[in-house]
């Protein structure tokens, strides 16, 4: 059961959809939002297509609201925040949901974290009523017992997602490359073994306390309901749940940038080496991200994105190659990794992605490129709105659009961001970002360090 | 499932946000129970307008109006089982050849035509089917439909992208080797079938049979299986039923019809007692279980009863399986167990990845929730089995992909029109006595592979000391070790 998630909304899905010679519009999303006294922002979207309703909340607190010494907390926290309330004994979340014949589940990224049920339409009291029971009755039942479980859950969670996978190890090191120590996003998600064991019933009791209140969180309802059922619902469970304490300052952090370009190696079990090299970019909604988004899938999407062709379909030197634009509140990242076949080297791989690099700076790319990469995210952007509910479905975007932007129904100005880059504009993010000084991390087969790149883009 | 288009039909007046809360809260509400929940909604299936071409092609087509798309599966009814002995990998393969070029467009032609109209274009293979399936967004309709026939029917198989997908795949086979739950799923599949058997062999194939291949060895399969007759096309979307029909008409009646051979499958490997078979991977920081034994075929009659009981084993999080190892024990982020159903007996299989220390104790677990299954259940725990089963119907019928997905099946296992009408109502019937008989018959504690893939220095002296069953050292392959 994932009950953790790191990426953000949408962006890896891409690789598909269109406009051109007949073009579609993105639909829009009809909400109704308001606010309960106690500072409860509330989203309701009716979409009765299907007898079935998605409760989605979001907590605006995650791993980059952590202290040095507990990182992974707030994710250990999501874990909890199962384990039962005053009125639900220990287990009878679960059971409770599954016997109305609801699923449901819970991710943490750096930002923020977010809960989902997905309900037949009938259920979807049962969902309020035990969502409302955490947020406000959590602590009176929570004891070290339950952290203890979850704990090791989580450091199981950790083992069959990090440390069990090849290549699994490299985003830690990564990030502790690209952040200054203490920065918000310089830790993963996850958290690290150390700080798990250290988290204590105290800390625990903190958290919930400083993060977890009413005003501090955003609940969307999306699908087959009456709004005036679901407003007297909401009041009656959330209501009576007292607003906390003014919330600590979010973190602010300066803009980051590498004073020059560092070189690592990783020794990891596994057959072949990979090479990740790291930007920084820039933090979501920036004027700059459909851009460099753009950019990533020109860079290694398919078979004619530039590195892709090079490295996988002409010269066949590479197993794969990828680009992703990672993009959070605060920063982003931008980041390219490619992973030779058998026998190849990474010095020979550096050369071309260097070549390739250099030529889209010097050069540009071509209004099919673009064409390509743009119809692909329109499309994106309307089979979205195809789900009402879990991760990535209409009511999490309601929410994520409410707490990055301030307004719930933005699919459509952002669908638009895409369609307004032009042949310049990736261009010049291309030298603007992908020219500063970079990480470029080698991971190698235990006993090959002799492979990692080196300064001068040559092995050792 | 309505169709009205109601995302366009958003008021302006609604999109005024912020208003205040309409009902005022209170202090007096009543935490201490759950809420009653009112009736379920029904299910409105949608129809499914079924056609037969001349040439044998079968047509199901669904309109849903929800959002300006429409799916298509175009499902061959011979998946792997069909790969050549000894040729592991040819039904796949062939499918991801017909991407790779046609007799009028190229490999690169079609990835840019993909990408330009921005939609999905899959091919692929499971054991029983290969699938051409597309994605489109209704607006590139044409265009979309004219690509998507084109890789089915007119694939070129050109020599230079079948050498490039053979060591492409080659080098993904090299890599399972880091990757402890791939092992684990691969051995446990020629454990408990043998290799002989093609269930027993991956569906991607193993180094061995990839390097066997020859093209003319996909063309045959592409010539002999890729037929109208052994085809069902399904569509689900924003479309008008007889425009559809008559553009697929247009589309695909040409096909020329084929004699399908019969399948031979031959034997699985007979079951012998409970074994531990341990596969060493050394300085994994979690073992990968797999335990498990041939179960039944798709169109076995005792599949609502065990749809139930595996729900309650480990088909869902407050599941047996679950519960015990990861909510109470905390050995593992979570098991499960599944039969997977195809058209010949397929597994069944209990797994989790558990961290190593714990092993043994892990394996005493999974053994005695594995018996006491056999036991009767509790009526509550039935119930909820039960309800948690039909109850999530609804979501299995909201996008097009996946209404296509719950059409497919239907179609490819030969299951009731009326499937999906009854199957609350089938779900519902099952009795404690059902469950009970099924587990007897299909979980044999005394015939299990129990396949382990960890850190054999930390985990074999306790699983030697609890003693549940032989062990034997196998290789990454699950075979015994030269």
Redesign the interface.
């Known amino acids: 059961m994932v009950r953790y998630r790191v990426t953000k909304l949408c962006i890896a899905a891409i690789l598909w959809y269109p406009s051109i010679a007949r073009s579609q519009d993105i639909p829009r999303l009809n909400f109704e939002k308001y606010t309960l006294p106690n500072g409860l922002e509330v989203i309701l979207h009716e979409d009765h297509s299907t007898p079935i309703v998605g409760v989605n909340i979001w907590y605006k607190v995650g791993s980059g609201d952590e202290l040095p010494g507990r990182t992974g907390l707030a994710h250990l926290f999501e874990h909890l925040m199962f384990m039962g309330s005053q009125h639900v004994p220990q287990g009878v979340f679960d059971r409770l949901l599954e016997s109305a014949g609801a699923t449901n589940n819970a991710s943490t990224s750096e930002d923020r974290t977010n809960y989902y049920e997905n309900l037949p339409s009938n259920a979807l009291a049962l969902a309020l009523w035990l969502d409302a029971d955490r947020m406000g009755y959590l602590l009176p039942t929570m004891d070290l017992a339950r952290v203890n479980i979850q704990r090791d859950v989580v450091k199981n969670e950790r083992r069959q997602s990090v440390d069990n996978v090849p290549y699994g190890r490299a985003d830690e090191i990564i990030l502790a490359a690209m952040f200054p120590k203490n920065h918000p996003y310089s830790w993963p998600v996850i958290g690290s073994m150390v700080d798990l064991t250290a988290a204590s019933l105290q800390d625990v009791q903190n958290f919930f306390r400083t993060y977890y209140a009413p005003n501090n969180a955003s609940l969307a309802i999306a699908g087959d309901f009456d709004p005036a059922d679901a407003k007297r619902l909401v009041s009656l469970y959330f209501g009576s749940i007292p607003r906390g304490p003014k919330l600590p300052p979010r973190p602010i952090v300066p803009t980051v940038t590498l004073a020059k370009d560092t070189f690592m190696v990783m020794e990891d079990k596994v057959q072949l080496p990979r090479v990740f090299y790291t930007w920084h970019g820039v933090k979501e909604f920036h004027s700059d991200e459909a851009a460099l988004d753009l950019l990533a899938n020109v860079l290694a999407s398919d078979k004619n994105s530039r590195l892709y062709k090079r490295l996988v379909y002409d010269l066949q030197i590479a197993q794969s190659v990828r680009a992703f634009d990672g993009t959070n509140r605060l920063d982003g990242l931008f980041q390219l990794d490619v992973l030779p076949k058998p026998g190849q080297k990474p010095a020979d791989l550096d050369k071309i992605v260097r070549e390739e690099i250099d030529k889209v700076v010097a050069e540009g790319i071509t209004p099919r490129e673009l064409a390509r990469v743009k119809n692909s995210f329109k499309s994106s952007f309307i089979n979205r709105l195809a789900s009402i509910g879990g991760f990535g479905g209409k009511a999490d975007q309601l929410n994520h659009y409410n707490y990055a932007v301030g307004t719930p129904d933005y699919v459509q100005q952002d669908a638009r961001r895409y369609d307004r880059v032009t042949l310049a504009d990736v261009q010049r993010v291309a030298k603007q970002y992908l020219t500063q000084p970079k990480v470029v991390l080698t991971v190698v087969p235990e006993g090959q360090k002799d492979l990692m790149l080196t300064v001068d883009g040559a092995s050792r | 499932?309505?169709?009205?288009h109601?995302?366009?039909?958003?008021?302006i007046a609604?999109?005024a946000?912020?208003?205040?809360?309409?009902?005022?809260?209170?202090?007096?509400?009543d935490?201490?129970?759950?809420?009653q929940?009112?009736?379920?909604?029904?299910?409105n299936l949608p129809p499914v307008i079924q056609r037969e071409l001349p040439n044998g092609l079968r047509l199901m087509i669904v309109e849903q109006h929800?959002?300006?798309?429409a799916d298509f599966i175009l499902a061959v009814g011979s998946g792997g089982t069909v790969d050549p002995q000894g040729k592991a990998g040819t039904a796949n393969l062939t499918a991801l050849m017909l991407r790779e070029g046609t007799t009028t467009r190229s490999?690169?032609d079609i990835?840019?035509q993909?990408?330009?109209?921005?939609?999905?274009l899959g091919t692929g293979t499971t054991w029983d089917a290969a699938t051409v399936s597309l994605?489109t967004?209704?607006?590139?309709l044409d265009?979309a439909l004219a690509l998507f026939a084109d890789v089915a029917l007119h694939p070129s198989f050109p020599d230079r992208e079948f050498d490039?997908l053979k060591?492409?795949r080659q080098?993904?086979i090299?890599?399972i080797?880091?990757?402890?739950p791939a092992i684990a799923d691969q051995a446990f599949a020629s454990i408990v079938f043998g290799t002989q058997y093609p269930y027993g062999n991956p569906l991607i194939g193993t180094q061995q049979s990839i390097e066997n291949l020859k093209l003319a060895d996909l063309q045959a399969f592409y010539r002999t299986q890729y037929r109208p007759n052994n085809t069902t096309l399904i569509v689900v979307g924003d479309v008008n039923t007889a425009d559809m029909e008559q553009r697929l008409r247009n589309l695909f009646g040409g096909w020329e019809r084929g004699e399908i051979p019969p399948v031979n499958f031959g034997q699985p490997a007979a079951s012998g007692p409970t074994t531990v078979y341990l596969i060493d991977k050394?300085?994994?920081?979690?073992s990968s279980f797999r335990i498990g034994a041939i179960a039944v075929p798709r169109s076995t009659k005792d599949f609502f009863a065990l749809t139930v009981l595996n729900t309650a084993l480990g088909g869902?999080?407050?599941s047996r399986l679950?519960?015990t190892l990861?909510?109470?024990r905390?050995?593992?982020?979570?098991a499960r167990s599944g039969f997977d159903m195809r058209r010949m007996a397929g597994p069944f299989t209990a797994s989790a990845?558990i961290?190593a220390a714990k092993s043994d104790s892990a394996l005493t677990d999974f053994m005695h929730e594995l018996r006491s299954v056999l036991d009767t259940i509790p009526s509550d725990e039935l119930?909820?089995a039960k309800?948690?089963t039909?109850?999530?119907l609804?979501?299995s019928?909201?996008?097009?992909?996946q209404i296509a997905t719950a059409v497919n099946t239907v179609a490819l296992y030969g299951l009731p029109t009326d499937y999906y009408n009854n199957y609350v109502r089938n779900i519902e019937a099952v009795t404690q006595a059902d469950v009970q008989r099924v587990a007897r018959q299909y979980i044999r504690p005394e015939s299990l592979a129990i396949v382990i893939v960890g850190d054999r220095k930390t985990i074999e002296p306790g699983l030697r000391a609890i003693n549940i069953a032989p062990i034997v050292i196998r290789d990454i392959g699950g075979q015994p070790i030269q």
């Open positions: 499932m309505k169709k009205s109601i995302f366009l039909a958003a008021s609604l999109l946000a912020c208003a205040s809360a309409p009902v005022a809260p209170t202090n007096q509400v935490m201490s129970k759950p809420p929940l009112g009736p379920v909604a029904e299910l929800e959002l300006p798309v490999s690169l990835a840019d993909i990408a330009f109209l921005g939609v999905n994605h967004p209704t607006a590139q265009s490039r060591k492409n080098t993904e090299l890599q080797r880091d990757r402890g050394p300085g994994a920081p979690q869902s999080f407050s679950n519960n990861r909510e109470v905390a050995f593992t982020y979570g990845e961290v119930a909820r309800r948690y039909e109850l999530r609804p979501w019928f909201e996008t097009t992909q």
